[in-house]
């Protein structure tokens, strides 16, 4: 059906009502089922399949894909989901294409899959310079926009390039959420994202999901799943299909006071490096605007040394210290703390919540004052 993203957040994954029975049922704890006879049937054990996951990864399809014949897994983490993809795709012999500027645990999953015998490949997301090391791979990653820097690729034009050459693409989509961009419309073969971010919105739960529409590509991430055991709780799966009705509120929201921030640290002299894909002078906004219907919760930008971020981060009284993104209670960080991202000292990653947004506008501009 032709619905809004509100009424589709709403609606999706929901079973036919059923008198005396919940709009959405409760989680299923199950490590096994009743199983007379053949071992057929959806359920057979718990770490193959669960009706709490069923109803949560045909929500997420529906939110992915619209109309399209998609098939969803959910995972126990967005690393777990990001694994999956990754080492159910490629072999030794192998070459990936990552981004340089993509999650900070890349560098992790790079180790191993070179200790496998998969060569890995890296560029920047900006520019599309992930075409320059593309010949020949088995699998191109993206992330858009990236984590920590927002910078934006052109999802179309490398999906061009793979497939010309047989080469599968996966889009990170944890920033951007299915509201905000849909891969798999783009063309990208695999749209993978970090539940625990934006689409569950309240940071109290760990899930990661990928969703496809080759059934054959989605029966080996299936069967990786099966083979390492990283599967969703049915309580989270419960948790985050419940959160979804409240998506797009909280996404529109979220949005718009990214972009009033946005706007009022660029008068700022004392704020420099200021990114945000929905911001008019940004560098990735013509292409983001392209292929995004939103342009996400983050805002990043730069303070003149380490001691100004602190002091600035100490300030605030409207936002968490803490290391996440997209959740309905603002949060910020000094990113170089990890040691992991090639930003300068003062760098600042800003997710905004859904606090009003002259509150936390005035408590930022108050917090860089002080």
Avoid at 26 to 36: C, E, M, R, S, T
Avoid at 86 to 114: H, N, T
Avoid at 129 to 155: F, H, K, M, Y
């Amino acid at each position: 059906m032709n619905w809004g993203d509100g009424t589709r957040a709403v609606r999706a994954g929901l079973p036919e009502p059923d008198k005396y029975e919940p709009t959405l049922p409760g989680p299923v704890f199950a490590a096994h089922y009743h199983l007379p006879g053949e071992p057929t049937g959806p359920y057979t054990y718990g770490r193959d399949a669960n009706p709490t996951w069923t109803h949560l990864e045909r929500a997420i399809g529906e939110l992915e894909a619209p109309g399209a014949e998609v098939e969803t897994l959910v995972f126990g983490s967005g690393m777990a989901a990001i694994s999956a993809v990754l080492f159910s795709q490629l072999k030794a012999g192998d070459a990936v294409v990552l981004p340089s500027d993509g999650y900070q645990a890349l560098p992790l999953v790079r180790e191993q899959l070179e200790a496998y015998g998969i060569e890995v490949r890296t560029a920047p997301t900006a520019d599309d310079a992930q075409l320059e090391v593309l010949e020949g791979a088995r699998l191109l990653w993206i992330e858009t926009p990236s984590n920590p820097g927002l910078d934006v690729c052109d999802v179309r034009k490398l999906v061009k390039a793979a497939h010309a050459q047989g080469t599968l693409v996966a889009v990170d989509n944890t920033l951007a959420t299915p509201l905000g961009q849909r891969p798999l419309e783009l063309g990208a073969d695999l749209s993978v994202a970090s539940g625990t971010k934006g689409l569950t919105g309240h940071g109290d739960i760990l899930l990661g999901y990928v969703t496809c529409a080759d059934p054959v590509l989605a029966e080996s991430v299936r069967r990786w799943r099966k083979i390492v055991g990283a599967i969703a709780g049915p309580m989270e799966a419960w948790l985050a299909h419940r959160s979804l009705a409240t998506l797009q509120l909280r996404v529109d929201r979220q949005c718009g006071t990214a972009l009033a921030l946005a706007e009022a640290l660029a008068a700022r002299a004392d704020v420099t490096g200021l990114r945000y894909p929905g911001l008019p002078g940004d560098p990735s906004h013509e292409v983001a605007s392209a292929q995004m219907r939103r342009f996400g919760s983050v805002v990043s930008f730069v303070l003149p040394d380490r001691a100004r971020a602190e002091r600035f981060l100490g300030a605030l009284r409207l936002a968490e210290d803490a290391t996440s993104f997209g959740g309905v209670r603002s949060t910020a960080e000094r990113r170089g703390r990890w040691g992991g991202d090639a930003v300068p000292e003062g760098f600042i990653r800003f997710s905004v919540g859904a606090e009003d947004p002259a509150d936390l506008l005035a408590d930022v501009l108050r917090a860089l004052d002080a």
